[in-house]
């Protein structure tokens, strides 16, 4: 089977292999409502031969969110309007699936007035934020509002919904030893951090369905000493493999690192998940040219493949492929 033919990722038909990754525009209202620059963007991809469209983070509560002008799902009266965006994607021949996300210490766009959570209270070494360590209500309430966003999802007309569990947002701390130092039964082991992620997941299961994609995209490594290490990551997406997760998508905290003569920051990590699992496995991150695709493609059981900055450089890009 070719790249470029039509597949499955998981239950979902999509026109090729190829993903457009999570990729932040700042194109959205001030109160997070796509616009017809957004809409105009994904038309773009969508016209360009990408498979499958994953919009950018979207917040998910009115109070807090990590940048400004970014795409909100957090009320029903955002839901007319991507029906609009879904719509034109559609009308394109392409699949969307939308990202959906809560911040935390790593980035915020008006700090001031947010309430800032985390797993613990510690000062982020980038932004100086000390979160508010959260209580087991603070744990239920984030666990609600992942849900009843991706409900909105659904009710639009989203092909699936993604998990934001990469990046520095609040998922990605509490899996991360570096920033989860709790001492409860969602901190410590790695059964305990990613609990949070389980309950996230099965919470929007309940909401959307047994036959509704929910994909997730997760960090492999931090990337430094002493934080989530690949073993850490294999064993908690072999977790949330076995609750239902239907797609994973594999990144890492450091992906703004990497050198731009690196290639494939992230495919052993995810050639290794792609033997212990029998689910859709993405690989973004430093992809690209074919040569940089096909020895994975052909040679093991990764099969899809996510790009971010080369769409963001020419939405054509896939054709150009």
Same mark, same amino acid.
């Given at each position: 089977m070719s790249l470029f033919e039509k597949t499955h990722i998981g239950q979902l038909e999509v026109k090729n292999h190829f993903i457009r990754s999570a990729t932040y525009e700042g194109k959205a209202t001030i109160d997070g409502?796509?616009?017809?620059?957004?809409?105009?963007?994904?038309?773009?991809l969508a016209k360009?031969?990408?498979?499958?469209?994953?919009?950018?983070?979207?917040?998910?509560?009115?109070?807090?969110?990590?940048?400004?002008?970014?795409?909100?799902?957090?009320c029903d009266d955002l839901i007319e309007d991507y029906r609009k965006l879904v719509d034109r994607?559609?009308?394109?021949?392409?699949?969307?699936?939308?990202?959906?996300?809560?911040?935390?210490?790593s980035r915020q766009a008006f700090p001031d007035q947010a309430k800032i959570l985390g797993p613990s209270a510690i000062t982020?070494?980038?932004?100086?934020?000390?979160?508010?360590?959260?209580?087991?209500?603070?744990?239920?309430?984030?666990?609600? =509002?992942?849900?009843?966003?991706?409900?909105? +999802? #659904?009710?639009?007309?989203?092909?699936?919904?993604?998990?934001?569990?990469?990046h520095g947002y609040l998922l990605s701390q509490f899996i991360s030893p570096l920033y989860n130092h709790r001492s409860d039964e969602y901190g410590g082991c790695v059964e305990n951090r990613v609990r949070i992620v389980q309950e996230v997941y099965h919470a929007?299961?309940?909401?959307?369905?047994?036959?509704?994609?929910?994909?997730?995209?997760?960090?492999?490594?931090?990337?430094v000493p002493h934080g989530l290490t690949v073993q850490d990551f294999l064993k908690m997406a072999q977790i949330l493999v076995k609750d239902g997760i239907d797609?994973?998508?594999?990144?890492?905290?450091?992906?703004?690192n990497h050198k731009p003569e690196e290639s494939a920051y992230y495919k052993d990590?995810?050639?290794?998940l792609s033997e212990l699992v029998n689910i859709p496995i993405i690989l973004t991150?430093?992809?690209?040219?074919?040569?940089?695709? =096909?020895?994975?493609?052909?040679?093991?059981? +990764? #099969?899809?493949f996510g790009f971010a900055r080369p769409l963001m450089k020419d939405p054509n890009f896939i054709n150009k492929l």
């Open positions: 409502r796509p616009t017809e620059a957004i809409i105009e963007l994904y038309e773009k360009g031969n990408i498979g499958t469209i994953i919009t950018s983070y979207s917040y998910i509560t009115e109070y807090e969110q990590p940048a400004k002008n970014q795409l909100g799902i957090y994607v559609h009308d394109c021949g392409s699949k969307i699936v939308m990202q959906i996300v809560h911040g935390s210490s982020h070494e980038t932004t100086g934020i000390i979160p508010k360590e959260m209580s087991k209500e603070d744990i239920l309430s984030v666990v609600d =509002l992942f849900a009843k966003a991706a409900k909105r +999802v #659904q009710e639009a007309g989203f092909d699936g919904v993604q998990i934001h569990c990469a929007i299961r309940k909401e959307v369905g047994k036959d509704y994609p929910i994909w997730i995209k997760i960090n492999c490594s931090d990337e797609v994973i998508e594999v990144s890492g905290n450091a992906w703004k990590a995810a050639i290794e991150g430093g992809l690209k040219s074919l040569d940089d695709i =096909l020895p994975i493609y052909n040679n093991t059981k +990764v #099969q899809f």
